[in-house]
């Protein structure tokens, strides 16, 4: 009874925590979280320092991967020696960090991803199958959506792979680094603790409560885990415990446990070893991806690393209409962009490719892809302008295919003359530039379509967008600019603001009058003024620095609407005024280039862990919003979070308390209502030099009234000829509306999903049944990712899902233990023949036969020091030996391991003190 009512308080925890943000912990602890990143920054910085920039000078080994500390923004500034921003492997590093924390609450009782209940050879075969279901989506030729896919399965593998150093014994038994065996099948296998063999005794009862559990493990040659309550159907006999308050199983004997996930010991009975385990999940995280012979990068070669973790930069994308009336503006892309590029060509802020995607009606494409400017001009210089006739154009289905062959975070433009007949791919092109979070801007010389549609979200935002590619610009945070065929050339300057290294945007504002000020750090390097008019045309611009003076500009952009200048470099540092004339109402962007500024996570309780919101947020509900500084930030200091609308007006203002996580990096949090369909956040605070600095987030959050939740506890893997049902629930939390819904998925898996659409009301849900087959046949390991989409005419929404094909050879865990016949056994050690002298003088003797069903079996004997010898026996080769074991009176016992390659093990012990066992 005493159990059955300590598991209904049960709050579990599992191995390291997922991150700091689910709270409760010290700052000190490392998380899921922490042993991801820092494993992540070790890796890449250990390649980076074996592939050096050409022209760049090679570091020496060690340098990058042990700078002190270690972050994503020292490491650019060091390999690259200029100001290269981050944030591309920081989204790639999320990606890995979110999908190791969902496993909290996606496979929450799967043992195999916890290593529970002594299931080690289990959780082994679980890591290499999500290993290879990564390899698997790696293929040549990569696409966005399979490093996704792949970035999912390698952060499921890692959360396995931590939690080995957490719930395990490996620590204790003195190990100083990893186990290779769990990356590397070729390394040696060290045996698990066998069924019938004691592993721990009972921990000390302190006068508080706690459990003191200083050498509570009593086996130093074997592996073995805890059992813990509600994820082991009991916890036999002589069987370690996970251990801590959480765990009910701790007050059963063997009292206590073994866990090492935090540095507190009423939450880990182990908890003077959680920075030795954490050190270890560190070190096997970056070999996980760097270990020579068996990691990730050895696996795919440089080329699919570099892309795995968005090393190679972004991509400067064209999407271009080549019917009849383009013919001046290709010229004109031709000349004045490609002279602007290369401009850039041999600089840091160089994109790492150029991307030709021409559309037409009704064809669309080829993709043409190159490292070289010349022969990207030569792309566009060969475009013919024919064809259309009828208006609107393929538009959608041009950006679409950019969308999916350009890099993660790249910069799109998009040229056209006419509106977009394919508008019904607006929700598939949404869903890619969220997933890739690139930059698409428009660059228009006319709009052939007069219709105007002014839906549910302008009507909430208060802002009216023009057409569907003003639309998207704003969704993606790029530029929309409307101009006639003759001044295109003038405003295809916004090009250069997509040529920075390192962009951030210091203040987005709706200004209702002629005034705006604006702090200007010290880690800007340039500043850039982008001021819209939202009420009449024409007008000027002027910028004083804080002395009065007005400083030198570039002009970008000029038109009756739309200005942007440019100032490099900065002459004065503090608060800077810009001042529009007339009076009238403004849409303003300051942006520059700075290493200082932030990522943030929309993230919401699940279960009991603060996990990030799937999706799109639902609009009006209450979420955690998760801040972190990017930049070496000694000394900055984050104060205050602003969210503003769309369009720049400020909704609140709360003041953040900075924290500092495992690995010293600042990071802050605080509770959000997204009110608005579109939301902004700014982060104000002090700069390293004490001065006041403003960033804004580069793409604005975009809020649904509509939302798609995965169902608990389903199956996500099938074997070939099998077919997998996936269902998701659609939730309406807006007005009654008619709902239409798809379902696709990367390769092709989809056989059918039900219903196709259905009518809401307010509050309701129904289920989207999906099913997945796969071919029969298959050997090799498919992953895919399903997207699950709903649709009214006000609202949208997505959830993406992992979906597995595994042959049926990799689900065949050898979990038998060798078995043993005893042949031969003589003991004439009995009554004082045990004692010195007389005891080195007699001697006893067994012979025993062991074997296995399906590998080779490896025999050892304790106490050290004995005579011990086996032979293969038959054409099984090492799969049956023959043994001899022989030892003198003086240690009339024995104990012999026989274990297999997996780790399976069998014992025969022997004591002259208790029956003898019997020969066959």
């Not at 591309?88 to 043992?111: F, I, P, S, W, Y």
């Not at 559990?213 to 040659?221: K, S």
């Amino acid at each position: 009874m005493l159990l059955l009512s300590l598991l209904f308080c049960l709050d579990n925890v599992s191995g390291f925590l997922p991150n700091h943000e689910s709270g409760g912990i010290d700052p000190a602890v490392f998380t899921d979280a922490d042993i991801t990143t820092a494993g992540v920054l070790r890796a890449v910085a250990r390649y980076m320092e074996r592939n050096p920039l050409p022209g760049k000078t090679p570091v020496a080994p060690g340098e990058l991967e042990n700078m002190k500390p270690l972050d994503a923004t020292r490491l650019f500034k060091a390999f690259y020696k200029a100001d290269v921003s981050p944030s591309r492997l920081l989204k790639a590093m999320q990606e890995l960090v979110d999908a190791n924390n969902q496993v909290e609450t996606d496979h929450k009782k799967d043992n195999s991803y916890f290593f529970y209940c002594e299931k080690i050879v289990q959780s082994i075969s679980q890591l290499r199958n999500l290993q290879n279901s990564m390899l698997a989506s790696l293929k040549v030729p990569v696409s966005s959506s399979a490093l996704e896919s792949a970035r999912r399965s390698a952060g499921k593998a890692l959360h396995i792979l931590q939690k080995f150093y957490s719930n395990t014994n490996w620590v204790e038994l003195g190990k100083t680094k990893p186990y290779e065996h769990l990356l590397n099948p070729a390394s040696p296998v060290f045996p698990v603790a066998p069924a019938s063999k004691k592993t721990c005794d009972n921990c000390k009862r302190l006068p508080g409560g706690q459990f003191s559990c200083d050498g509570n493990i009593v086996v130093d040659d074997l592996l073995t885990s805890g059992y813990k309550a509600g994820q082991c159907t009991s916890k036999p006999k002589g069987k370690c415990g996970h251990g801590g308050r959480n765990d009910p199983l701790q007050y059963f004997s063997p009292t206590g446990g073994i866990n090492k996930e935090t540095n507190d010991p009423r939450l880990s009975p182990h908890h003077q070893l959680h920075q030795q385990a954490a050190e270890l999940a560190i070190q096997a995280t970056r070999d996980f991806f760097v270990g020579d012979g068996y990691g990730l990068l050895d696996k795919v070669g440089s080329d699919t690393f570099k892309k795995f973790f968005s090393l190679e930069g972004y991509s400067l994308t064209f999407v271009i209409d080549t019917t009849g009336s383009m013919s001046d503006d290709i010229k004109q892309a031709q000349t004045t962009c490609i002279e602007l590029i290369r401009k850039y060509s041999s600089s840091p802020d160089a994109p790492f490719n150029y991307i030709l995607v021409p559309f037409n009606d009704p064809g669309v494409g080829p993709v043409q892809e190159t490292h070289d400017v010349d022969e990207f001009k030569s792309f566009i210089s060969k475009l013919r302008a024919d064809g259309g006739g009828d208006c609107p154009e393929l538009a959608l289905s041009g950006l679409k295919l950019a969308l999916e062959h350009s890099l993660p975070r790249s910069e799109i433009f998009i040229f056209t003359d006419a509106g977009a007949k394919d508008e019904y791919l607006k929700d598939k092109v949404t869903v890619l530039i969220d997933s890739s979070k690139s930059v698409v801007n428009f660059a228009l010389t006319g709009y052939c379509s007069s219709r105007k549609r002014r839906g549910a979200a302008e009507e909430a935002s208060g802002r009216s967008y023009a057409n569907i590619y003003e639309q998207l610009a704003a969704y993606s945070g790029g530029f929309y600019v409307k101009t006639t065929k003759g001044e295109l050339g003038q405003v295809l300057g916004i090009m250069e603001l997509s040529l920075n290294a390192a962009p951030v945007k210091v203040v987005h504002k709706h200004l209702d009058g002629s005034q705006l000020s604006f702090p200007v750090d010290e880690t800007l390097t340039e500043i850039t003024v982008s001021v819209k008019s939202l009420s009449a045309s024409g007008f000027t611009v002027f910028l004083l620095q804080p002395s009065g003076v007005s400083p030198s500009t570039h002009t970008v952009i000029n038109t009756a609407s739309h200005k942007i200048v440019k100032v490099s470099p900065i002459p004065e540092r503090g608060m800077w005024t810009v001042t529009v004339s007339p009076i009238g109402s403004y849409e303003v962007e300051i942006g520059g280039k700075s290493l200082l500024d932030f990522s943030y996570q929309i993230m919401q309780k699940q279960k009991e862990y603060v996990l990030p919101v799937q999706g799109k947020p639902v609009e009006g509900s209450n979420y955690t919003v998760s801040l972190r500084l990017m930049e070496d930030t000694k000394g900055a200091r984050i104060q205050r979070l602003v969210p503003i609308s769309g369009s720049g007006k400020p909704m609140d203002s709360i003041s953040l308390k900075q924290a500092f996580d495992a690995l010293e990096s600042p990071w802050a949090i605080a509770p959000v209502s997204l009110d608005n369909p579109t939301t902004l956040l700014t982060v104000e605070g002090l700069s390293p030099g004490n001065l006041p600095f403003s960033r804004v987030t580069s793409y604005p959050i975009s809020t649904e009234s509509v939302q798609i939740v995965p169902l608990p506890n389903q199956e996500n893997a099938m074997l070939p000829g099998e077919s997998l049902e996936v269902s998701v629930m659609v939730v309406n939390s807006g007005q009654a509306a008619s709902f239409s819904f798809e379902v696709w998925d990367d390769q092709g898996l989809l056989s059918s999903f039900t219903p196709p659409k259905k009518f809401l009301n307010p509050g309701e849900s129904t289920l989207l049944n999906a099913t997945f087959t796969a071919a029969l046949g298959s050997d090799s390991f498919t992953s895919s990712t399903a997207t699950f989409t709903a649709q009214s005419s006000a609202a949208q929404n997505y959830l993406k899902l992992p979906i597995m094909v595994v042959p049926e050879t990799a689900l065949e865990t050898d979990q038998i233990s060798p078995s043993h016949v005893l042949l031969d056994f003589n003991m004439p050690c009995a009554g004082g023949i045990q004692h010195r002298p007389t005891c080195s003088q007699r001697l006893w003797y067994m012979s025993f036969a062991a074997k296995d069903a399906q590998s080779a079996v490896t025999v050892r004997a304790t106490p050290e020091g004995s005579q011990l010898s086996c032979n293969p026996q038959g054409a099984g080769g090492s799969k049956e030996v023959i043994c001899h074991y022989r030892s003198d009176c003086c240690t009339p016992y024995a104990e012999v391991l026989m274990s297999d390659e997996n780790g399976n093990t069998d014992t025969l012990t022997v004591d002259c003190r208790q029956s003898h066992p019997v020969a066959a």
